[in-house]
């Protein structure tokens, strides 16, 4: 096994986590677009004409980033993406926290007002901040087992094994 191969098999288990968190939070807000404008309006940062739009556009982007990650494809532009929407989720959750807001993350459906007692922000913070360090990660090392990515890196290093012998004699 070279020295790479675990840190592939790691990348690889983000990368599909990841992916698994974003098919199952984008379909279920997709599922439940009434109950998604609510959540993201709880958080009171955005102009009431953006809760909508945004309610709108977060489950299909939320989907496209688990589907890239899924199928290995554009892995560290999806994980870059990734980082900047769970970087935001982080604010939107610390800030709620902060401002005694007493809300549903909404993260996978859901959301909007709750009893101050089941808020839940410090359980959600560290999911969220296990999923952006998954998601740094994948910005950082993006090769991973299993991928569209990683199809042109493995015929490149067959290539190259192949004509290493060649290569190796003609030096000599």
Request: hydrophobic content about 55%; aromatic content about 6%.
């Given at each position: 096994?070279?020295?790479?191969?675990?840190?592939?098999?790691?990348?690889?288990v983000l990368r599909l986590g990841l992916a698994a968190v974003w098919l199952v939070s984008?379909?279920?807000?997709?599922?439940?677009?009434?109950?998604?404008?609510?959540?993201?309006?709880?958080?009171?940062?955005?102009?009431?004409?953006?809760?909508?739009?945004?309610?709108?556009?977060?489950?299909?982007?939320?989907?496209?980033?688990?589907?890239?990650?899924?199928?290995?494809?554009?892995?560290?532009?999806?994980?870059?993406?990734?980082?900047?929407?769970?970087?935001?989720?982080?604010?939107?959750?610390?800030?709620?926290?902060?401002?005694?807001?007493?809300?549903?993350?909404?993260?996978?459906?859901?959301?909007?007002?709750?009893?101050?007692?089941?808020?839940?922000?410090?359980?959600?913070?560290?999911?969220?901040?296990?999923?952006?360090?998954?998601?740094?990660?994948?910005?950082?090392?993006?090769?991973?087992?299993?991928?569209?990515?990683?199809?042109?890196?493995?015929?490149?290093?067959?290539?190259?094994?192949?004509?290493?012998?060649?290569?190796?004699?003609?030096?000599?």
């Amino acid at each position: 096994m070279t020295a790479g191969r675990p840190l592939d098999v790691l990348g690889t288990v983000l990368r599909l986590g990841l992916a698994a968190v974003w098919l199952v939070s984008g379909a279920v807000k997709l599922s439940e677009p009434f109950t998604t404008a609510v959540a993201v309006a709880a958080y009171r940062v955005l102009p009431d004409a953006l809760v909508v739009p945004v309610a709108t556009l977060l489950p299909p982007l939320e989907i496209a980033l688990g589907l890239l990650l899924l199928a290995g494809l554009a892995t560290r532009l999806a994980a870059v993406v990734g980082t900047v929407l769970l970087l935001a989720f982080v604010a939107g959750l610390v800030q709620a926290w902060a401002r005694g807001l007493a809300i549903d993350c909404g993260c996978f459906g859901g959301g909007g007002p709750v009893d101050p007692d089941d808020t839940g922000y410090g359980l959600a913070l560290l999911r969220d901040l296990a999923f952006l360090t998954a998601a740094v990660y994948l910005v950082v090392r993006p090769r991973t087992l299993f991928s569209l990515d990683g199809r042109g890196d493995r015929a490149a290093a067959h290539d190259h094994d192949r004509r290493a012998p060649a290569d190796a004699t003609e030096e000599h």
